[in-house]
């Protein structure tokens, strides 16, 4: 299958207030907290024919093989402050978001365990959401660490490695028989008083919670502008990123919009041909559902409709995407394994879609259409790492 390019003719202006760094203070208060590692990867500029690469290796985050637990954890932690408020009578404001420091009702914490211990007048809860692996066994991470129970939906055909890995969270599996897009819609069906819905895709009513998930995401952005600051190196001239629903995009998006369109790297959203839901909308200009089956191996970018409140985001602020074959993963797959970085399929998409814009049949329409020059530099986001062994294993080595 030949890959697909659609460039965003939108020139676009940020006028929303910049993000603030509240969820990384949240975070730092997680067990096992560290920044990630960013690494330079000579080699791989080398054959990109471009300046620099940098990786930002999501592959061990917060003790789960993804970036995902920053979204589900922001967004659990406020939705039961928004909870806490109500039942206590008193005004939920946004607190931290506007402030230096946190100010949130559960405050003062320091320690997870301090945090569970004033969350003990909410129980019994049981979390639940819809997932395609990364985002499922975040939310089960966070309801076992919080003190609460579990209960993920997956769409038919998630490897059994994925599942597992939700389950050794303690949290209850049920597979949907369908899409990613019908495990949202049973999720959903799930929510009552006692059974909060966790979702990172967002429809309509249902816009709060996602909005949280993408500002979870934010604490990547600042470790990597904080770790650039120290080095003295300016900002990647592009950022590719893998796109399943968009909230990690538009993640992308908010933090360097207030930057203007000039000084801010060229976001690239990158998506499998199977499901390449945003290039349609784009095409569309507006969001299209792009029917299954959805069964590339970049399993948690097999969404068949971009997210509701990512769309006005990305659909103006993204620079440009591309739809690709799964060959380009397990290619990119291969080249940062050479690099000491373990991506799985979907981690890997980053630099996928980096190698078929920098490298493939259309590279140099792709590289004059955003600009790209032998010194430029790429930001590679892996958002995760080995989540299903035998597959890494059988494609690494082949
Ligand atoms: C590892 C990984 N990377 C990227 C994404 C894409 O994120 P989003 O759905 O916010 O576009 C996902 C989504 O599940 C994922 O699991």
């Known amino acids: ?20 760094r509240a969820p990384l203070a949240f975070h730092r208060r997680l067990p096992g907290y560290r920044s990630t590692p960013l690494i330079d990867a000579p080699e791989l500029a080398r054959t990109l024919g471009i300046g620099q690469v940098l990786v930002k290796d999501e592959s061990s985050r917060l003790g ?62 049981t979390l639940t959401t819809a997932t395609d692996g990364n985002h499922g066994r975040a939310v089960a991470h966070v309801a076992a660490l919080f003190g609460f129970a579990a209960r993920i939906f997956v769409p038919a055909g ?17 597979v949907v028989a369908g899409t990613y897009d019908d495990a949202v819609e049973r999720a959903a069906r799930e929510a009552n008083e006692r059974c909060l819905v966790v979702s990172d895709t967002s429809w309509p009513g249902y816009e709060e919670i996602p909005r949280w998930v993408m500002e979870g995401y934010s604490t ?50 990158v998506e499998p041909l199977q499901a390449a839901c945003l290039l349609a909308s784009m095409e ?14 970049m399993a948690g970018l097999n969404c068949g409709q ?17 739809a690709i074959p799964d060959e380009r993963a397990r290619e990119a797959m291969r080249a940062l394994a050479r690099v000491g970085v373990v991506a799985g399929e979907t981690g890997a998409a980053g630099l996928a879609g ?13 590289r004059a259409a955003l600009g790209i020059g032998t010194n430029s530099r790429a930001l590679i986001l892996v958002t995760e790492g080995a989540t299903d ?7 690494v080595s082949g």
């Open 1 to 20: 299958m030949k890959a697909r390019f659609f460039l965003n003719p939108t020139s676009w202006h940020e006028n929303a207030p910049p993000p603030t």
């Open 64 to 125: 789960l093989p993804a970036f995902k637990i920053l979204g589900a954890s922001w967004a659990v932690y406020r939705l039961l402050e928004k909870r806490a408020a109500e039942s206590e009578g008193r005004a939920f404001a946004r607190p931290g978001l506007a402030a230096a420091s946190p100010s949130g009702i559960f405050e003062p914490w320091s320690t997870v365990e301090e945090l569970a211990a004033g969350l003990a007048s909410l129980q019994p809860l």
């Open 158 to 174: 998630t490897a059994q490695a994925r599942i597992d890995g939700i389950a050794s969270e303690g949290a209850f599996v049920e």
């Open 220 to 269: 990547i952005l600042w470790e990597i502008e904080d770790e650039l600051a120290r080095r003295g190196e300016k900002d990647p001239d592009i950022f590719p990123i893998p796109f399943g629903v968009g909230a990690l995009a538009a993640a992308v998006v908010r933090h360097y919009g207030p930057l203007g369109p000039n000084e801010r790297p060229k976001i690239l959203g």
């Open 284 to 297: 569309a200009g507006e969001i299209v559902t792009v029917p299954g089956p959805h069964d590339s191996i």
């Open 306 to 322: 971009p997210s509701l409140i990512a769309w006005p985001i990305v659909s103006q602020g993204i620079d440009a995407c591309i």
């Open 354 to 366: 980096l190698i078929e814009l920098l490298t493939g049949a259309e590279n140099a329409r792709h």
């Open 389 to 395: 062994p035998e597959s890494y294993q059988r494609i």
